[in-house]
Each structure stands twice: as C-alpha cells, then as structure tokens.
C-alpha cells in the first residue's frame, strides 16, 4: 500500500473536521466564554445524550430537521435510533418527561454536536458544534428580549466588535397570510419568493389571484420590510389585521426592553424573516458578523414544543453555531490559541525524579508544566520548547544542586538553588 493509498483510507466523510490544537483552542475558548456568559445570567448547565429514538425526537423536529436526521437500526432494542439534528428538541423532551416536578421558570444551556445531512456541495457542515440556552416557562416579551440581550453580550465577552442581530416575527407573516385564496402549492411559492426578497416574482404569483387590495399590498410590502426600528412604523401603515398588528407590538415592546439593556445600537428587523415557521410560535432572531454570510447564532420563541411530549410550556431560546463563529473570528482569536505554558523541565543524568519532583510542585502551583521526557541536545530541546509555545525551559542537573532557567523570549538565564524552586516564594 503507498502513502498515498493509507492517506486515502484514512480520510474523513464530507462535512466533518479535525480540529489540531490551535484550532481547538479557539473552539473551546468560545464555548467556556459563551458559558460564563450563561453563567452570569443564571442558566444551568444540561447534557442531553448523543443517540435519542428516532420516533421520540422526531416528535420535536421540524419537517426540515427531520429530513436531515442520521438514523440506522439499533441491534440492541430492533428500533430506528438517531444523532440529533438539533439540541433544542432534546432539552424539551428532557423538561417535559423528567422535570416536571421542577418550578418554573427553567434556565438551562448546554453544548453539543449534532449531525445533519447536507447537500453535496464544498463547505456544508454536517456535525456542528452547538452551544445555548432554553428559557422554559414564561411568555413574555421580557423573556424574548433577554434572549436578544444575552446573544448580544455573548458576541462582545468572544471579541466580536461589529455584529447585528436581525429580528422577525413569525406571527407577523401569518396574520397577512391568515385566510388568503392560495393553493397549498401556490402559498408557498409565496413564501420563497417572499424569503428571497423577490418583488418582482412575488408580484408574477398573485397577479392572476383573486386577493383583496389592501391583503395584496400587505404581501407585497414584506420583502421591503427590514432595516431598522422605522420599519415596525412602516409595517404598521401596512397592515391592519389584528394578528400582525399584535405581533407588531409585541416587537415594540421587546424593543423598549432592549433599550434598557442598551443593545439598541446592534438591532435590525427583518419582517421578510420566515426561518423555522413550522417550529417557531412568535419572535425569531439571527446574530450576523460582517463578511460571513452565515449567521453564527440563532433563536426564538417556540411555545408549542415541550407540548408534543405532553407538558405544554412557553419556551424560547438560542444557539450559537461554533464553527460559524470560528469561521467568523478566526483571526481575532490567535491570541487564545497562542496562549503559552509555562514550563519544560530537562533532567540530565539517569536519575529523573528530582525532575519530577519539580513538576509536580510547580503544577501544585498552577503552572502549565511538561517533562522533556525525550533525550536530546539543548539546542533540540530550546528549538521543541519554542516551537510548542513554552515560556521557559528549567534544566537540573547540569551542576550538582544548582537549576538553570531559561526564558524563551530574550534567552536570559537565572540561576537557583533546587530547594529555591521548590519554596513557595519562587515566582517564574
């Protein structure tokens, strides 16, 4: 077999990464961010499982999710089993059928990878890293607003300096559509023309259609209805059935809260938004940093979802893409993936314990501390300790009783006594 050949055979499926150390870095700065984040506002942390019954979760999904859930048969119970697409589903099921007895409201968060499938084309990502919060219980635009403000505060603790976080209104779409003369097939071409910003085709659709005028003007205006706060005055000079008028002042007073938060300056709205309408249930938002066309987090309310395992509840939520945010902030993030460690410890000679002696009282300390466990010359091991990021590196026994210190960054030595590096006062 040639290189080229086990190389071959080794490769991964379409979709999915590794992820070396710098990268993983990054990655898990991120996540241990975003959850001091969730901390901070009082959300407890939840692990859903890897594998659910595909019959179970499909009960939460979404007619897209569930057409991009990884099934197969488990051999230990005869049934279809899957990876979720999704982790949101999961934790309602989990509030559902093993927190009932818990008062509400509920705060949790979580981190997961789920899988989906995608189309076959370069840059889809079929296991995604997904890290939020599910805010189960109250229905309230206090609650949809203190999703908005935590995802906003989250972008600013990970170091995104310009980022939007556009706002629909699921509900708002569905009082213009309420009662319309469209087929099944016909209403959603309207939808995708509508997702698309299509005027000119979204006109082509109803031309022939038997709508009233003012129901006609209100589906023509959503493709133009985003931009910013003036387009909740806009919508409602549109509009004038109740539903849309309720969800249009649902959005006024999410705003007024943001406003306390002062997190006005990052809102946009857009009432064109129709992601998730067979899931969400009012409030919908995406979180946008410039040059990306993905967006890196996303969320809403979904009241109707905890119900389908039988404990109706309000619910809303979000969930950061971590890849998307990788993608997105990937060179603001070399820092954190250079951070250093602190200490590579040499022992000459065969005996290497006085050497391990050292690193297990400097870890004590919290030092980042590696034995150079491997025999080489010094320029070898100077050349290792560079490379891996170390800030120094401590040689013992080159003179009996007397440690020699390096700092990798300008080459100065000190030169100490062992017992001096093992008192409490020895500071690197």
Not at 302 to 323: H, I, S
Not at 334 to 351: E, H, Y
């Amino acid at each position: 077999m040639t290189f080229h050949d086990a190389v071959s055979d080794t490769m991964l499926p379409k979709g999915v990464k590794d992820f070396l150390p710098v990268k993983a870095a990054k990655v898990e700065f991120l996540d241990r961010t975003l959850h001091q984040v969730f901390s901070q506002w009082a959300f407890r942390p939840i692990l859903p499982p890897a594998l659910e019954y595909l019959h179970v979760l499909e009960k939460g999904l979404g007619e897209g999710l569930r057409e991009k859930t990884f099934r197969f048969d488990d051999r230990q119970s005869g049934k279809l089993v899957a990876f979720s697409p999704d982790i949101t589903p999961q934790v309602a099921r989990i509030v559902a059928t093993r927190m009932r007895e818990v008062p509400l409201p509920l705060r949790l968060c979580y981190t997961g990878r789920v899988l989906r499938h995608t189309e076959q084309q370069v840059g889809k990502d079929r296991e995604i890293f997904q890290a939020g919060v599910e805010l189960i219980g109250l229905q309230s635009p206090e609650a949809d607003a203190e999703m908005i403000a935590m995802a906003v505060e989250c972008l600013k603790a990970i170091g995104a300096r310009e980022f939007t976080i556009d706002i629909g209104q699921v509900e708002f779409f569905r009082g213009i559509m309420d009662g319309l003369p469209l087929s099944d097939l016909l209403a959603r071409q309207v939808q995708t023309a509508i997702a698309r910003k299509d005027l000119s085709g979204l006109q082509a659709l109803l031309a022939d259609t038997a709508i009233e005028p003012a129901a006609r003007q209100e589906v023509l205006a959503l493709p133009r209805l985003f931009g910013g706060r003036e387009v909740l005055q806009r919508a409602a000079e549109v509009v004038t059935n109740e539903r849309s008028r309720r969800a249009l002042e649902n959005l006024g007073r999410v705003l007024e809260i943001l406003e306390v938060y002062q997190v006005e300056e990052h809102i946009t709205f857009d009432l064109g938004e129709l992601r998730g309408l067979d899931y969400h249930t009012g409030l919908i938002f995406q979180g946008f940093i410039p040059g990306v066309g993905r967006a890196v987090c996303s969320g809403g309310r979904y009241d109707d979802l905890t119900a389908r395992y039988g404990y109706p509840a309000p619910a809303t939520g979000f969930a950061f893409n971590l890849l998307n945010l990788l993608f997105a902030l990937d060179k603001e993030l070399d820092a954190v993936a250079g951070q250093s460690s602190d200490l590579l410890i040499v022992q000459t000679g065969v005996d290497k314990q006085p050497a391990q002696r050292l690193a297990r009282a400097l870890r004590q300390r919290g030092y980042a501390v590696a034995r150079d466990i491997i025999s080489r010359e010094l320029p070898e091991t100077l050349a290792y300790a560079q490379k891996m990021n170390f800030r120094h590196v401590l040689i013992n026994g080159e003179h009996d009783g007397e440690i020699r210190l390096i700092r990798l960054a300008d080459g100065a030595e000190r030169r100490l006594a062992f017992p001096d590096v093992l008192s409490p006062d020895f500071v690197l």
